[in-house]
């Protein structure tokens, strides 16, 4: 720093830190390249904030929508499109991992209705970071992220009705699950069916067998489908 | 750098003041800086990660005008906002570590790989143990590269209040360096 001289006995913690660090992870760069293209969307995403002064009139122009939705729902199924749903897990988490479920050692203490998350630490090591709530179309999402060896994938779980999976999708059956596999850029992603959810694994991973062996593991029968 | 760091700066000269918006072409070339802020202030791999990936989504979600050469000193604000916000959320719920994370170190070109290599590990360990205020102090003027004018403001604290903090954040590391060789 040229505006003010750096005492002797600072010099050497100054020049550690300028000149060195942790390296950038191969898979925060990808995450990041991936944003790129969303930034139209999340720009909108955060048009959907309102505020404070107008919470009132959004108050009464929520209860016209859900009012909307219900009229709407008569009509058909509506709802997020897989591929929607699968773009949560390229997303950041927002709160901590959660902790091991302490009546269970091989899940998580978190859920969406009956649908525990899985612990993979001890038998894949794919460790949980991370997690993220969302809505999508009214719709509760609970993502939970993993990582092993520098990859993270998202296990994304949905609540209503079961989503149809994109018709470029081919369906395989591993230990008894049905799961629908696709690939989206360099990301594989894969969709099955617990407790009448829709459940979607996606990420980078090195080999397209490893969603597979994830997800078809059912923990001595503590992960239900 | 990928596709995104080779697009060629789309600086849009708004109000020929000198601002500009931040491009999104702009943001790789600032990656490897932000991380290792992001690493000095949370001390952890997954949530540095995590830190900067969200830092680039609040920066392209809400496009500002900044000035010229600022936008490190942008990115370190919405950095450390992004930070407090995390800690909070965590704060709410138990922690929940795991196993100690493979971290790769590396010296840049211009550092002595040999002299420095060793420090450098010793001093990212010992800046977890700063309050802080003083972690953000000496991530963005020490592992960020601000000046000391452009780190305050970030920070939004007064220039000496930031010369203060960061001569005690030295201090610390500098001793924790001392100690350990």
Aim: glycine share 10%; charged share 25%.
């Amino acid at each position: 720093m040229s505006e003010h001289a750096i005492p002797e006995h600072h010099r050497r913690a100054v020049e550690a830190l300028r000149h060195g660090g942790p390296a950038t992870p191969d898979g925060l760069r990808r995450r990041l390249q991936e944003l790129e293209p969303r930034a139209p969307e999340l720009r909108r995403a955060r048009m959907r904030g309102v505020p404070r002064l107008l919470a009132p009139a959004a108050g009464v122009a929520a209860l016209l929508v859900v009012a909307l939705v219900v009229v709407l729902s008569l009509g058909g199924p509506a709802g997020p499109s897989a591929v929607q749903a699968a773009e949560l897990a390229g997303l950041p988490s927002t709160e901590p991992a959660p902790g091991k479920d302490t009546g269970n050692p091989t899940l998580l203490d978190r859920r969406l209705e009956d649908v525990a998350f899985p612990d993979w630490s001890k038998k894949f090591g794919w460790r949980a970071v991370g997690a993220r709530t969302d809505r999508l179309d009214g719709r509760r999402a609970e993502t939970v992220f993993y990582t092993h060896e520098g990859h993270r994938i998202g296990y994304t779980v949905i609540s209503g009705k079961p989503l149809d999976p994109p018709e470029r999708a081919e369906t395989v059956r591993r230990n008894g699950v049905e799961i629908h596999r696709y690939q989206d850029g360099d990301r594989t992603v894969v969709m099955f069916e617990r407790g009448g959810l829709t459940c979607i694994l996606a990420g980078h991973v090195l080999s397209q067998h490893t969603p597979l062996k994830l997800v078809a593991w059912k923990g001595d029968g503590a992960v239900r489908f | 750098m990928g596709t995104v760091g080779r697009v060629a700066e789309r600086a849009t000269h708004a109000t020929g003041l000198g601002s500009r918006r931040l491009s999104v072409a702009r943001l790789p070339d600032h990656t490897d800086r932000l991380f290792r802020a992001a690493y000095a202030l949370c001390g952890s791999r997954a949530d540095a990660e995590d830190l900067v990936q969200e830092t680039f989504a609040r920066v392209l979600e809400r496009p500002r005008f900044i000035r010229r050469g600022s936008d490190l000193a942008y990115l370190m604000r919405v950095l450390r906002n992004t930070w407090v916000d995390f800690h909070r959320a965590r704060n709410a719920r138990p922690d929940t570590s795991g196993p100690p994370e493979a971290i790769d170190w590396v010296v840049d070109r211009g550092g002595d790989p040999g002299d420095v290599a060793l420090d450098v590990q010793m001093a990212y360990d010992a800046m977890h143990d700063l309050s802080p205020p003083l972690r953000e102090a000496i991530a963005a003027v020490d592992v960020l590269g601000l000046s000391y004018r452009d780190a305050a403001k970030a920070l939004r604290i007064r220039q000496g209040t930031l010369m203060s903090r960061l001569s005690r954040a030295r201090e610390r590391i500098a001793a924790a360096l001392e100690g350990g060789s």
